[in-house]
């Protein structure tokens, strides 16, 4: 390469690198969004302190949020003592990262090429192209730019190590080096190896394309790379191994929607537009498999009739089926497998590099001019471009990122997620709002009634509600023997099933209805993630436990913890209640408050604590179950508690002065607060007196107290699912 052509290089590698900085620097800005970023970085207790041996150590030996992928926690850990907890560091690396990305790209394919033309067209294509945008504006996606970055690194060594014929031993190391450090990224460069015998095919020239010489050099190509084999194998069963555990769907129906996830994939290459972070998988019907087996089988065959002239086209077109593999439905474990936009980041640079090569091979038999190609590669991608700047910003926070998917269609996780966003903001009764508006938009919509109903029933109380609206979706009675599995036979009825049978838990455990409870746990057992059986057990605790079966209750307390359980059941069931309150589901909490004093109307300091929530919480404009009884309830808690002795305890003055204020006595409620003072200065302690005299003021003023919202501090953070 002459010095002109260098300087040419350059410029090109500086243009790419650039022009992707410039396309993705307003994320630097964004915050987090309310799915997985929190729960890898903030919340994180193996991230969130930087560096220590400690940390280190874990990240080897846990698999923190069920993922077994220490350098990806090392290198949050260095965002963290770089930058802090912030956004930005995070977001800041994964464009910096990207950015690197972007320029490897060119210069791989330019020297696998020996034309950098083509290069900066498959590196521009690939990186302004709107799917892109989830891998690099997700602070979770880290997974992508970081773990790509070692497997162009480890292609590029790959290449270099046979490279003339012989083997270069240095550099074959590095592959591998490079290969084992991807994989302790994202495991779904498991499928490298297959990549490297591509690699094979060209740009190295290894293996001919002619029939039989195929056949007879590729044992050969296979055993050659035992250890990448080897690392794959290894590396991959630990990542397994740590990875989450999801319910399956049959192999039958999986098997089916792969080719139609496939064609997925494509079409949102082609024409990208309605992206966003969750994805509905696609609905089958025989027509749409056969539709993508045609074009899936007619590639295919065209991509394998080109190979003499130009077996790029080949190995770009097989590398893009061959590393969506690991994501393209085989296993499910999580809301868009198959379908989501980031499984792309990696395939999508083998059908940018088939689709120059095709570009540029038809360019060369018709005898047109470079120009042509580089006028149609300009304008592709400057569109693509224009749409990664419209999409980018609804990845700003929580809110855009899940509005974008409700525009799309109505996902239940979406929804979640979008709760969550309008609760840390204090927000829940535009919530609902927005809920509701949602039911006109999509009437009947399994997903939207489901989601809608569990609010009834976990938020506001409303379980009798709820049940009417599921029974209105179904068109069964509540009675009915299939009632509470009506959704596991309808589309997409695995990501709702969760929800359903939370409810049922609910709506049961609040009829009373324990027969039916156990019957229904013995229907689901073996057939539910950890978190809904959980959450069923511990609606079948509270339903034993309010209904005085005691040995019941402590079966189901075992079942919950291991084998083991809590000596005082009540004390577990009331902070999970408070919490509830806390999370935002007061009318859910109101009830299991009033179950919980009936059966425990002498623990005076339970009252007190629920008699202040129910006094001291400041109002969320929604309409919870039995909240006109709040007032009177409160007080009378706040009283009982009082006469259980109290008298001499400041705290239960304090409490019963803001049960009054809250019911309107202002009066009774200055006497109250006047003698938690007097006893508060008897005992020394200045700092309540301090705060009894806000509350005072208050009151003197006819307001009732009103304890600080934390919501936006809250842990978990609601809903509760």
């Not at 990845?395 to 990122?401: D, G, I």
């Not at 919950?560 to 806390?582: T, V, Y």
Request: net charge neutral.
């Amino acid at each position: 390469m002459d010095s002109r052509m260098k300087t040419r290089v350059l410029w090109g590698s500086l243009l790419v690198v650039f022009a992707t900085i410039a396309l993705y620097a307003p994320s630097v800005r964004y915050d987090f969004i309310n799915l997985d970023d929190v729960n890898y970085t903030v919340d994180n207790p193996v991230v969130s302190g930087g560096f220590s041996w400690g940390s280190v150590k874990a990240a080897w030996i846990t698999a923190p949020v069920e993922c077994w992928a220490p350098l990806l926690w090392l290198s949050y850990m260095l965002d963290v003592e770089l930058f802090g907890l912030e956004p930005w560091g995070f977001h800041l690396v994964n464009v910096l990262l990207f950015a690197c990305n972007a320029g490897l790209l060119f210069w791989l394919v330019g020297r696998w090429t020996g034309r950098w033309g083509p290069a900066l067209a498959v590196a521009l294509l690939w990186a302004l192209h709107p799917a892109r945008v989830e891998s690099v504006a997700w602070i979770a996606e880290r997974k992508d730019v970081l773990s790509g970055l070692f497997f162009l690194l480890c292609l590029g060594a790959y290449v270099q190590s046979r490279e003339r014929g012989g083997e270069r031993a240095g550099w074959a190391w590095v592959a591998l080096g490079c290969f084992g450090l991807g994989m302790l990224v994202k495991p779904t460069l498991v499928m490298v190896p297959f990549v490297l015998l591509l690699l094979d095919i060209w740009p190295l020239g290894r293996m001919p394309v002619d029939n039989v010489e195929f056949c007879r050099q590729m044992p050969r190509l296979v055993l050659e790379k035992w250890r990448f084999w080897l690392v794959a194998f290894g590396l991959g069963v630990l990542s397994w191994l740590g990875g989450p555990d999801s319910l399956q769907p049959p192999w039958s129906y999986r098997l089916a929607t792969i080719p139609l996830n496939y064609l997925t994939h494509l079409w949102q290459a082609v024409w990208p537009v309605g992206l966003s972070v969750l994805c509905p998988r696609p609905v089958f019907s025989c027509r749409a498999l056969i539709l993508a087996l045609a074009v899936l089988g007619g590639l295919t065959a065209g991509a394998w009739h080109l190979r003499r002239h130009n077996p790029a086209i080949l190995v770009g077109w097989l590398w893009f089926g061959i590393v969506l593999v690991p994501s393209i439905g085989f296993f499910w474990f999580g809301t868009t497998e198959g379908t989501g936009v980031r499984f792309s980041y990696l395939p999508h640079v083998g059908l940018m590099l088939a689709a120059v090569q095709v570009a540029d091979g038809f360019l060369r038999w018709r005898g047109w001019s470079w120009r042509w190609g580089a006028s149609v590669c300009l304008l592709t991608a400057s569109i693509w471009a224009a749409a990664t700047t419209r999409y980018l910003p609804f990845w700003q926070n929580s809110r855009t990122a899940f509005s974008r998917v409700l525009q799309q269609n109505p996902l239940i996780l979406a929804f979640e997620g979008l709760g969550t966003a309008y609760f840390k903001e204090g927000r829940l009764a535009e919530w609902q709002e927005y809920v509701e508006g949602f039911r006109h938009k999509w009437p009947r919509n399994p997903t939207v009634e489901t989601y809608y109903a569990w609010w009834l029933a976990a938020m506001l109380g409303e379980s009798e509600a709820c049940i009417g609206v599921l029974e209105e979706l179904s068109g069964l009675d509540s009675s009915h023997p299939d009632f509470w599995s009506w959704i596991d036979d309808q589309i997409h009825g695995q990501q709702l099933s969760g929800l359903w049978r939370d409810m049922a838990g609910m709506c049961l455990r609040s009829r009373g209805d324990l027969a039916r409870m156990e019957s229904l746990r013995a229907r689901w057992e073996g057939n539910w993630d950890d978190r809904t059986r959980n959450l069923f057990l511990e609606e079948m605790q509270l339903a034993y436990w309010t209904a005085g079966r005691d040995d019941e209750a402590m079966r189901v307390t075992r079942e919950l913890h291991g084998g083991f359980g809590p000596p005082d059941i009540s004390k577990e069931i009331l902070e999970r209640l408070i919490a509830r309150w806390q999370q935002g589901g007061r009318g859910y909490a109101f009830i299991g408050f009033r179950q919980f004093a009936e059966r425990r109307p002498d623990d005076g300091l339970a009252l007190n604590n629920m008699a202040w929530l129910l006094a001291t919480s400041a109002p969320d404009d929604l309409r919870h179950a039995r909240m006109e009884e709040w007032p009177a309830t409160a007080r009378a808690w706040a009283e009982r508690a009082l006469a259980l002795g109290g008298d001499d305890v400041p705290g239960a003055w304090d409490t019963l002065a803001a049960a009054r204020a809250n019911a309107g006595d202002f009066p009774g409620a200055i006497a109250a607060v006047e003698r938690a003072r007097e006893l508060a200065r008897r005992s020394g302690d200045w700092t309540l007196d301090g705060k009894l005299q806000a509350r005072l003021a208050e009151y003197r003023a006819g307001q009732p107290w009103r304890e600080p919202d934390e919501r936006g501090q809250a842990a978990g953070s609601a809903p509760i699912r």
